[in-house]
């Protein structure tokens, strides 16, 4: 039987989601598509990662190190952390990259055709499609997987991967502890949501957390987090719920912390507003190429909401009260090399006064400060 009648006899059995490689394996066998162990796992792998999974990305996909796949014609490029390299696989041509990307869109409830020639969507499997389509992109598709880790890390983890030092192991729960509000700032991915998750796992069980995102990366080991998503307009325009909104109807959720993926646009007046009124404990990620980039940045993205730099300084002084900071050199490591408070100085300008700071190798540093604050006493 050729592969094509293959895929089509088990499509009609399998309509369903959920489908597991061994389900299709138990159909594989059971109207003998395939003889022979070996033949009927892999018939039943290639089926279901061209059915329900990203095709011939679904190998890369499931590679534990993986971060990002790229696509750029049918030239595939992978990031394990250490960097892009030629993922050693090419798709057959870059037509079937088109296919390819059109059908990760359905399989993320979404759509790509010519009227919507760009997506930006979720996978089943929560990893992050992002997929442009021609005359935007130079050859048929340019698809940007970003890998879901349903990992749950400990900042013991962290530790181990030397993104922290482990003296800082208490000062993170101590910050947890005592309810200080974060902004995790670095670059893009640097390990901001990452280190929000692990945060997560540490607040006590009796608490209940609402998370914001536009795409649902924050993974938690905490039992009581309610994960709200924001939705793109459909495509007559309608029905969209932006982060903004969110933000608002969160704090109706009766929160013990909210907890804002990515802050990157107007949401922020919102956000702020809430930390100033009452709701503490909570975090938010930035980006940001250094913590003394902090500043400038919320004030931009203050203006975007409609305040001027005098409203937001004030606003952010009272709101936010720690920075951590995430460095990643080029080609290097991932670590944390800041914590520093946010004030408001005398003049009405924001000041992020270094606390602690690591160069990612030797001990790390502890700076003297007039005023230390409780969670590092
Ligand atoms: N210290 C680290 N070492 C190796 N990989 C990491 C580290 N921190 C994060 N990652 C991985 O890098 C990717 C991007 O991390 P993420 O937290 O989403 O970054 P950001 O939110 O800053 O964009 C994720 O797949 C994550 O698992
Ligand atoms: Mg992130």
Redesign the pocket.
Known sequence: MKSGERMRRLRDDTTAQGVSVDDVRGLVVARNLAFGQDTQQAVARHAWNHMFGAGPLQGLLEDPLV?DILVNGHQVWVDR?QGLVDAGLSLESPRAARELAVQLATRAGARLDDAHPVVDAQLPDGSRLHAVIEPISPTPATISLR?F?ARHLSLRDLVQ?D?IPAQWVSVFTALVEHRVNLLIS?G???????LLSTLLGHVPHTERIITIEDSR?IATTHPHVVALQSRAANAEGAGAVDLTELVRNALRMRPDRVMLGECRGAEIRDLLMAFNTGHSGGAA?LHANSAHDVPARLIALGALAGMDPQTTVLQVASALDVIVHITRPPHGR?YISDISALTCSDSGHLVVQPLLTWDGVSVPRRHDVSVVPAWLA
Do not use: F, P, S, V
């Open positions: 971060t952390g890998a880790r991967w993104m670095g893009t991915g640097t390990g901001k949501t990452t990366e990620t991932r």
